[in-house]
């Protein structure tokens, strides 16, 4: 009799018996998701997962048990983890190969240093890793990044690259190729690492990846329009490793560097001379007037003069600055926003932006304390005077605050 009714037992009458005496949420949630046969006379239950195959032995075995045949619970095999790197390749997008030379960036008494530096990474013979670039839009960060980029292999990404890499990544199962492609370089360049601000799994991935490039004595490069600690949306520790190599900045293009950037693009170099007295905008502007100076002479077939240069460009060229006119420059260049200086806003990256431009109006005009405050948003006489000592007090040791103050003085002049 025992055999006769094994024989008639099967995976439905099985499936059957255990939905009348399980719980219906219960079933739907372990045994419903399980694969059930009967072979052999063996009952085999594949559970989706190891936890949910556990789950059911340690809670149903004794009611499987009861269908008087030996029971096997097993977890569903995994052809192949989803991210093993022997089977995932990760496929960049394509990027095109930087092309720039440190002869490309006009140097500048101000930019030595950083220049010094990305020398020294590009020949190899570099003991600071990482090192973190930072200054206004259009100074020349991105030039400098792609000048290091000739040393050994070099993996160059901007930071929106970085994101939507690293998600398309996650989406195609090849997160840990992607995390091998990253660290199979000799120079590492992340350009506009601010990007990643506020992203939180995508930053984590990226301090995990600069933790390993340092770890293994691999050069990497940053650019950002900040400092590290100034950068907000960022973890502590990340901003820590980020500025625990060489940290410089660059300063944005003077007089000079404006009239040679005129003069290489074909600008005669009168007009070169009295154009970059009056363009106040970054490197990206002076690039712009140059095309729009070589494309009048070419389709119009005559010299540029200073005349028709300063009809051509009535719009690009500086009128007389005013003190908002000022403030509104330095928000842009510092990164932050015009109405969140001048409103009540008390985060710690505005009211820093705030005291470095009343220090910055204080020493570039002859403004008052209590008009520079009239212009950051209505601060009295008293707030201006604590603001201006604050700084004072600690530009003489911070390096890096002393350079942003006069970046911003050169902004107000």
């Not at 389709?299 to 403030?327: F, Q, Y």
């Not at 420059?329 to 200086?341: F, N, Q, T, W």
């Amino acid at each position: 009799m025992q055999a006769t009714a094994r024989q008639t037992i099967n995976a439905k009458s099985v499936i059957g018996a255990l939905s009348q005496k399980i719980d219906s949420a219960a079933y739907a949630s372990w045994i419903a998701p399980c694969e059930i046969s009967v072979q052999n006379n063996c009952l085999s239950v594949v559970a989706p997962n190891q936890f949910s195959a556990d789950y059911i032995r340690s809670v149903y075995l004794g009611l499987l048990e009861s269908f008087g045949m030996p029971v096997n619970i097993v977890a569903a095999s995994v052809a192949a983890p989803s991210n093993d790197n022997e089977l995932k390749v990760f496929v960049p997008t394509p990027n095109p190969e930087p092309r720039t030379t440190n002869h490309d960036f006009i140097c500048s008494d101000e930019n030595a240093f950083v220049v010094s530096a990305c020398k020294k990474m590009a020949d190899g013979a570099a003991t600071f890793s990482p090192l973190f670039i930072y200054g206004s839009t259009g100074c020349g960060k991105t030039m400098l990044a792609e000048s290091v980029a000739t040393a050994g292999k070099s993996l160059m990404m901007t930071g929106g690259q970085f994101v939507a890499e690293f998600a398309r990544s996650l989406r195609e199962n090849t997160a840990f190729a992607f995390k091998d492609f990253c660290r199979k370089c000799d120079t590492f360049i992340l350009d506009d690492v601010h990007v990643l601000s506020g992203k939180r799994a995508t930053a984590d991935e990226f301090m995990n990846l600069l933790t390993d490039l340092i770890a293994q004595k691999k050069n990497v490069v940053l650019t950002s329009n900040a400092a590290p600690g100034a950068l907000s949306g960022f973890d502590r520790r990340l901003q820590s490793i980020m500025a625990s190599g060489l940290v410089a900045d660059v300063a944005a293009p003077t007089q000079n560097v404006k009239k040679l950037m005129l003069e290489r693009a074909g600008v005669a170099p009168d007009v070169a001379e009295i154009l970059a007295s009056r363009l106040n905008g970054d490197g990206h502007l002076i690039s712009g007037v140059a095309k729009k100076i070589a494309t009048y002479a070419e389709l119009m077939g005559e010299r540029v003069t200073v005349a028709v240069a300063e009809k051509l460009l009535s719009d690009t060229l500086a009128k007389n600055k005013t003190p908002t006119s000022m403030v509104k420059s330095m928000c842009e260049k510092l990164g932050v926003s015009y109405d969140a200086v001048c409103g009540t806003t008390r985060t710690r990256t505005i009211v820093r932006a705030r005291m470095i431009m009343m220090t910055a109006l204080k020493s570039a005009t002859k403004l008052s304390l209590s008009e520079i405050g009239t212009h950051v948003g209505g601060r009295d006489h008293a707030t201006v005077l604590y603001a201006i000592s604050q700084i004072e007090k600690m530009r003489g040791s911070d390096l890096i605050l002393s350079a942003e103050i006069n970046q911003m003085i050169e902004v107000c002049r």
